[in-house]
């Protein structure tokens, strides 16, 4: 059944369109610093109800102090009962939810054999890269359903396309939620949910630790890329250098994973 409604959906045209991005009521997780904030502000200033959850309650404050108007909503993705009692919170309070994105994300720059405390960190970061955006999209696919139209954002990385050695779990996370997001696509082509992926290249922001790597983009151009792709109905949005190397990572593998772990 499965290959049945794949082949079906890859044979025909997919939806398209102008995304409108006014007057939606709009989760992001992860959304009290870097892109989750920019992106948040940006959305909030184009007329949309704008809820930004987080782990940190100091961060959702500043965030706050930058735009009284966001909504802030302290939880912790990788924690089921959280998103079980967040998921209770917006349905009670802010019913009209149609977005949501998954944007949150951890990583660990480390060693895989000589970190003693790898499986743990390993299990941190599943369980909030990947656990977290999976358990989101299936306790708020009820609620998006019910909206005249739905629209669910997962956010990735190029490095689902050339792993960075640096990071031995993230990018297994990143390409695992990218498989799923497509997965999703096609279960769902014939739903009135839509499912869109966002990949974005290293970014300037506080996720770096103040130590960004020379080709980061400003955060601001990063959000601009990725709402145009958004207004265009595109469903897979790469963001800047991700597009250079998609397109290595398909004539020249060898070459794109070489040089992704030269930078």
Same mark, same amino acid.
């Given at each position: 059944?499965?290959? /049945?409604?794949?082949?079906?959906?890859?044979?025909?045209?997919?939806?398209?369109?102008?995304?409108?991005?006014?007057?939606?009521?709009?989760?992001?997780?992860?959304?009290?610093?870097?892109?989750?904030?920019?992106?948040?502000?940006?959305?909030?200033?184009?007329?949309? @109800? /704008?809820?930004?959850?987080?782990?940190?309650?100091?961060?959702?404050?500043?965030?706050?102090?930058?735009?009284?108007?966001? !909504?802030?909503?302290?939880?912790?993705?990788?924690?089921?009962?959280?998103?079980?009692?967040?998921?209770?919170?917006?349905?009670?309070?802010?019913?009209?939810?149609?977005?949501?994105?998954?944007?949150?994300?951890?990583?660990?720059?480390?060693?895989?054999?000589?970190?003693?405390?790898?499986?743990?960190?390993?299990?941190?970061?599943?369980?909030?890269?990947?656990?977290?955006?999976?358990?989101?999209?299936?306790?708020?696919?009820?609620?998006?359903?019910?909206?005249?139209?739905?629209?669910?954002?997962?956010?990735? @990385?190029?490095?689902?396309?050339?792993?960075?050695?640096?990071?031995?779990?993230?990018?297994? @996370?990143?390409?695992?939620?990218?498989?799923? @997001?497509?997965?999703?696509?096609?279960?769902?082509?014939?739903?009135?949910?839509?499912?869109?992926?966002?990949?974005?290249?290293?970014?300037?922001?506080?996720?770096?630790?103040?130590?960004?790597?020379?080709?980061? !983009?400003?955060?601001?151009?990063?959000?601009?890329?990725?709402?145009?792709?958004?207004?265009?109905?595109?469903?897979?949005?790469?963001?800047?250098?991700?597009?250079?190397?998609?397109?290595?990572?398909?004539?020249?593998?060898?070459?794109?994973?070489?040089? !992704?772990?030269?930078?």
């Amino acid at each position: 059944m499965f290959w /049945v409604r794949a082949w079906t959906y890859l044979g025909k045209k997919q939806p398209g369109g102008i995304m409108h991005l006014q007057e939606n009521t709009i989760l992001i997780t992860g959304g009290s610093s870097g892109i989750g904030l920019e992106l948040a502000c940006r959305l909030q200033e184009k007329g949309n @109800t /704008v809820i930004v959850c987080g782990r940190s309650r100091e961060k959702l404050e500043k965030a706050e102090a930058r735009n009284p108007h966001l !909504i802030p909503y302290a939880c912790d993705i990788s924690n089921e009962v959280d998103c079980i009692a967040m998921v209770n919170w917006i349905e009670a309070q802010y019913p009209s939810l149609n977005m949501l994105i998954n944007n949150a994300a951890i990583v660990h720059a480390t060693s895989f054999m000589d970190d003693d405390g790898m499986l743990k960190k390993a299990a941190a970061e599943i369980d909030t890269n990947l656990m977290g955006p999976i358990r989101l999209a299936k306790l708020f696919y009820p609620l998006l359903l019910r909206q005249a139209s739905g629209l669910l954002i997962n956010v990735t @990385t190029g490095l689902i396309y050339a792993p960075r050695a640096a990071y031995p779990i993230y990018n297994a @996370t990143k390409a695992a939620l990218h498989a799923f @997001t497509q997965v999703l696509r096609i279960q769902l082509a014939d739903a009135p949910v839509r499912i869109v992926e966002v990949q974005f290249p290293a970014v300037d922001t506080p996720w770096h630790l103040g130590n960004p790597p020379p080709i980061a !983009i400003p955060v601001e151009d990063a959000v601009t890329q990725m709402l145009d792709g958004l207004a265009k109905g595109r469903e897979e949005i790469r963001v800047g250098g991700v597009k250079l190397l998609y397109g290595l990572s398909r004539v020249a593998p060898a070459f794109a994973l070489r040089k !992704i772990n030269q930078l």
